[in-house]
């Protein structure tokens, strides 16, 4: 199984971009892994919320595969523990599920035509973290979560 973080935004903290890219290395051991990102709109400053999530939603569609597992990082979404969260990922690599994809809207949410796609939603708190924050939260969970498929030290009980 692939797993995907399909992203809108690119990521410009330089120490952010260092931490993922540790993560990233570590995780190519473990399972097949890549962020996309999808440009950030032009003019978004000039168009309604609605319209913003629209063309971004045009754009995070595109990226889909017609046999792709969607799940969206959402507020409103499940949250797990980290065992929690391996446990699913092991499931879903049972069920033979190909490609993976989580899925980082813009600042304001998703369009209806995301949700519709999506087969779940999934949050990492109840607190909200910055669209480049949780790209780290993110490929540090999964990393642990390969880590507790595995049996190694990584994570503590």
Do not use: C
Not at 7 to 32: C, M, Q
Not at 53 to 65: D, F, G, R, T, V
Not at 76 to 87: C, L, N, P, V
Not at 132 to 152: D, H, N, P, S
């Amino acid at each position: 199984m692939k797993i995907t973080l399909l992203v809108v935004g690119k990521t410009n903290e330089s120490y952010l971009i260092e931490a993922i890219g540790i993560f990233d290395k570590r995780l190519k051991h473990y399972v097949p892994f890549q962020i996309e990102v999808i440009p950030e709109l032009k003019n978004a400053k000039n168009m309604p919320i609605t319209q913003q999530k629209e063309k971004e939603a045009e754009a995070i569609l595109k990226q889909l595969q017609e046999t792709d597992e969607v799940i969206l990082l959402d507020e409103t979404g499940t949250q797990y523990s980290s065992k929690g969260f391996a446990e699913m990922i092991e499931k879903k690599m049972t069920m033979g599920v190909k490609r993976l994809v989580f899925v980082v809207g813009g600042p304001y949410g998703f369009a209806p035509s995301v949700y519709e796609r999506a087969q779940k939603k999934m949050s990492f708190s109840k607190m909200t973290f910055s669209h480049q924050l949780i790209r780290l939260i993110f490929i540090e969970q999964v990393y642990r979560a390969m880590t507790i498929l595995k049996g190694e030290p990584y994570h503590h009980e």
